[in-house]
């Protein structure tokens, strides 16, 4: 399956993927790198813990006013006619308050829940898009050894023939050319690789490069899902999940504000105790305010307008959503229709070329520029193959990131 995935001539290219020395280590695949990064990463954990906030303000929603205890002392003293009251007041919500604040907390739950979601979701592809980038930067090594080898083997061929006077010393110093350029592109890939690896390190946590091999994913490039079908899928997406969580949240507000408008009852119940007679009497009272002036009209308006907000921030990120799904399709069409092309024509033709370029030099019938030519046009198309392939592995990653794409 992996021969698929990466350029021909696998079996040069797979030998030389990694050091001796690295790949006797287990290898890392995507799989075990989105469950790394969903089990260890900082900014999953932090929408976890708005999760556990709303929990609490669950809980405190719930919860019904505290009782007020109170005593009023008039008078200085008892022989001048103090009286001491004592009186226990609870206020009652009125217009099902309570009802509404819960409904309210609960949607701010689900909304938590829904941005933890939305957050696993763009980690997700961040990880794929991260471990498929560091994928194709370690093919790049693979590639630039390949051409260092090969460079060293026309170099030390040329230095053969000029012993043996069959060509000019100035091929000789071409060829020393042409490895020294394939070195240094062997250490600006090593370089690319290291930056890749310590992205995706970073995923989970991480700070230092990762070390293991990575290992091409089993999918099946060809199989792309239709546009319709995608879109088809993008209502159930966290995204818009999320989307409609923050209307019913906001409706929600908009409930509980209009229940806050109706004023609450307060009922007072104490005794009122006089020092010289030692009498006492009942206190029975009931308080409400009156919404003459202040009836919040103000915040009932606001929440009606941020209700409408969220049905028009809706409407915008179905339409973003829509669009990138259309980009990232598109964009996987034309990869796979390049990476189709290369695969059937460009690549046998360019190694066919290279092969029968150095046999013609080796039996001195081209000249070491000709190999040079093959050489460059080879690996020029074995990482335009590469560069189409890390394309359609970036689609796929920004597909990931609205639905789920089935492609095995």
Not at 112 to 122: C, D, P
Not at 175 to 193: C, I, K, N, P, T
Not at 355 to 380: N, P, S
Request: net charge positive.
């Amino acid at each position: 399956m992996q021969s698929r995935h990466f350029v021909l001539g696998a079996a040069v290219l797979l030998a030389q993927l990694i050091p001796f020395s690295t790949r006797a280590a287990e290898p890392l695949t995507l799989e075990q790198a989105v469950a790394m990064s969903l089990s260890a990463s900082p900014e999953l954990r932090s929408t976890a813990l708005n999760v556990a906030i709303a929990e609490g303000a669950r809980l405190q929603a719930g919860l019904r006013p505290n009782p007020e205890l109170s005593l009023l002392r008039e008078g200085a003293s008892s022989t001048s006619g103090r009286t001491d009251t004592y009186q226990l007041s609870q206020p009652i919500e009125l217009g099902g308050k309570r009802g509404a604040r819960i409904k309210l907390a609960d949607q701010d739950q689900a909304l938590a829940r829904g941005e933890a979601g939305v957050a696993a979701a763009e980690l997700r592809a961040n990880v794929t898009a991260a471990y498929l980038e560091a994928l194709t930067a370690q093919e790049h090594v693979a590639l630039a050894r390949e051409s260092l080898s090969l460079a060293g083997k026309a170099t030390n061929a040329a230095g053969r023939r000029v012993a043996a006077g069959k060509i000019s010393p100035l091929e000789h110093k071409r060829s020393g050319v042409a490895e020294a350029v394939a070195r240094l592109e062997l250490s600006q890939a090593l370089a690319d690789a290291a930056l890749a690896r310590r992205r995706l390190a970073a995923c989970w946590g991480g700070t230092q490069p990762e070390e293991r091999p990575l290992v091409a994913p089993e999918i099946n490039l060809t199989a792309i899902p239709s546009l319709p079908e995608l879109q088809a899928r993008l209502e159930q997406s966290p995204q818009m999940q999320r989307a409609r969580m923050q209307i019913a949240r906001e409706e929600a507000q908009v409930n509980l504000t209009r229940t806050e408008r109706i004023p609450d009852l307060t009922l007072t119940l104490g005794k009122k105790k006089d020092s010289m007679t030692n009498a006492s009497q009942t206190v029975v009272g009931v308080s409400i305010p009156l919404p003459l002036l202040n009836r919040g009209q103000g915040n009932l308006l606001s929440a009606l307008r941020r209700a409408d907000k969220a049905r028009t921030d809706a409407e915008v990120a179905y339409l973003k959503a829509t669009q990138a799904l259309a980009d990232a399709h598109q964009r996987a069409l034309i990869s796979q229709e390049q990476i189709d092309s290369m695969r059937r024509e460009i690549l046998p033709a360019a190694q066919s070329a290279f092969d029968a370029a150095v046999m013609g030099f080796e039996l001195g019938k081209f000249g070491f520029i000709d190999v040079l030519d093959a050489q460059r046009t080879l690996f020029q198309s074995r990482a335009q193959y590469l560069s189409a392939l890390s394309a359609r592995y970036r689609a796929l990653a920004d597909l990931e990131r609205f639905v789920a794409v089935k492609t095995d």
